[in-house]
């Protein structure tokens, strides 16, 4: 099943997801789960087992990004680390929940129709120009924890970093854009840490999982997908601390509303 072109073919992702995570904080995984999915049926495999290996192998590879990203971030002072800290308990606790509960039993053309449900909403926020900061005071501990409940769920259901919930919510409570940004990139790393644990001790009893996995997540894919995303998600850093972003903002959500209609067909057609 590994070739060259398959190498080509993830390592092409790789590269452009760890760029986008970088340049927006959303962690990769938008664009890894569908892609994959596409790129495991057209070789074969089951809807159903493709859009969750897809999932957990996108989630496991924002444990990688996540840090490539928030260490560039970090050197110019833009992630609230404040948030990261209260946020991340509810995280956890929501990560549990759903890759190790939730994402187990259901089944992957639902978890695609899901998918579709989230990332097209996060597309459509994007449209609208979620850039612009509210005024609402940031909700307290019981709040703060409720929002990472929230992000850590629902991120590992649908195999993304979570940064299409934690950004509007920051940014509706005054946190500037670039601060949102980076501090999405932060908050990427306990999620897909605690959803890729999840999510490779959440397969007992499944017998079609192919040679070399983890779980459900692919390690061959998660090797070449992270490399390239490591090397790139500086260079999406910096590039958000010194260009103007609506129209590559625009340029994402076009992308995503067509990854999210794909696997919306995915869900109902596979």
Known sequence: MIDAQ?????ATLGLVAGFMAGLMG??????VAPILTLILTTRGMSADLAVKMSIATSMATIVFTSLSSVRAHHQRGAVRWDLVRSVSPGIVVGGI???LGIFSVIKGTSLAILFAV??????FQLLRGTSTVGHRPMPGTVGKLVGGVAIGLVA???G???AF?????????GVELINAVATSAALGFPVAFVNAGGYALGHVGRTDLPAWTLGYIWLPALAVIATGS???APLGSRTAHSLPVGQLKRLMAAILLVLASYMLYKGLHG
Request: aromatic content about 10%; hydrophobic content about 65%; overall charge negative.
């Open 6 to 10: 398959l190498i080509a073919e993830l």
């Open 26 to 31: 959303i962690g990769g995984g938008v664009l």
């Open 97 to 99: 929940a759903g890759s």
């Open 118 to 123: 989230f990332i097209g909403f996060f597309a």
């Open 156 to 158: 590992g259901l649908v």
């Open 160 to 162: 993304a970093g979570g």
């Open 165 to 173: 919930l934690s950004m509007p919510f920051m940014l509706l409570h």
């Open 230 to 232: 490591v090397l790139t």
